[in-house]
């Protein structure tokens, strides 16, 4: 790391460096930029001290191409945040506190928005703007997260050596008993045109292990068992709307369902009448000035 100007310049080392453990950063609080060897902590705290002394809102920049480390930086920044932030206090229970809740948002938008790209194992596939709100005291005080162009595209196909977003990939895991059934999901993964049009698995990353965190993570921030289950539920429908079957009517412009056994389980999962469903595929209406037409595929 060294510094240009505003900028930390940060090179990705891709192996793990003891240089970002609590004590680093614990080394890093309070101190002048000249007084330790250029760091991201030291950015980060530049940041909050500028806001605990000048009552203004700071923002950080975390740029650079795909597999530059700008993720696994940004994890960094927010576990730094969570440190100097945290309340004074330590909770009995260290799992139910706001700071491990903000680090927690992490694996979740993971396992919804990253996917293995042929650049990067574990690439975001959509921008995000995260701010972190803190109190006058400079505790923290709550988050949000504003996401930008997911590439949605990925959900219906894969270029060769890649795949598509993580979620999919760990629900088929098996980790969480009898999830699969639930949804529904009695096929090997290959069976799935959606989501194994190219790799299923990543070198190194145990997707059943990932599975577990991203279920633990939607705990940690206090979703409920049933807005769980419809998160999951919602990802499993589009595996299984990859399945219907679609022919051409002969001597008519107008498509119809061939197949709708796969169609009707995403409905289940949907929770949506499946007769209205398909219709709605096949007859979209579309409003066109104050009138509803329909458009023929
Ligand atoms: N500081 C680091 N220490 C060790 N490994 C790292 C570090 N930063 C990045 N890596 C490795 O490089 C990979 C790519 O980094 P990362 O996902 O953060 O890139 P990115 O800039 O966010 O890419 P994208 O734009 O594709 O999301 C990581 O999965 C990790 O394996």
């Not at 975001?124 to 400079?138: P, V």
């Not at 389980?265 to 009448?273: E, G, I, M």
Request: glycine share 6%.
């Amino acid at each position: 790391m060294t510094y240009s100007g505003l900028f930390c310049v940060v090179i990705n080392p891709y192996k793990r460096l003891p240089i970002y453990t609590e004590s680093v950063c614990k080394m890093y609080i309070g101190k002048r930029r000249t007084e330790m060897p250029p760091h991201l902590f030291a950015v980060s705290d530049e940041a909050y001290r500028n806001m605990v002394n000048d009552h203004e809102n700071q923002s950080m920049l975390i740029t650079g191409e795909s597999g530059a480390g700008k993720t696994e930086n940004t994890k960094k920044v927010i576990s730094y945040f969570a440190i100097v932030g945290a309340s004074q206090q330590k909770k009995k229970d260290a799992k139910d506190s706001l700071e491990e809740q903000i680090v927690r948002t992490n694996p979740v938008l993971e396992a919804f928005g990253n996917a293995k790209t042929v650049r990067n194992n574990n690439s975001s596939r959509f921008g995000k703007f995260i701010r972190i709100h803190f109190n006058h005291g400079g505790k923290l005080a709550g988050g949000d997260i504003e996401h930008y162009l997911l590439e949605k595209s990925r959900v219906i196909k894969q270029a060769p050596g890649e795949r598509s977003f993580h979620i999919f990939y760990q629900i088929m895991s098996d980790a969480i008993k009898d999830l699969k059934k639930k949804l529904h999901l009695i096929r090997p993964i290959r069976d799935y045109h959606f989501v194994s049009q190219a790799e299923v698995t990543i070198d190194n990353v145990d997707d059943k292990e990932e599975m577990l965190i991203t279920d633990e993570s939607f705990d940690i921030m206090k979703f409920t068992a049933d807005e769980k289950f419809d998160l999951f539920a919602m990802t499993g429908a589009i595996m299984h709307l990859g399945e219907m079957k679609f022919k051409q009517r002969p001597r008519e412009e107008q498509a119809e369902c061939e197949d709708q056994t796969e169609g009707d389980l995403a409905c289940k999962l949907f929770k949506v009448d499946p007769d209205k469903f398909v219709n709605a595929l096949l007859k979209p209406r579309v409003k066109v000035g104050s009138e509803w037409v329909n458009t023929f595929f």
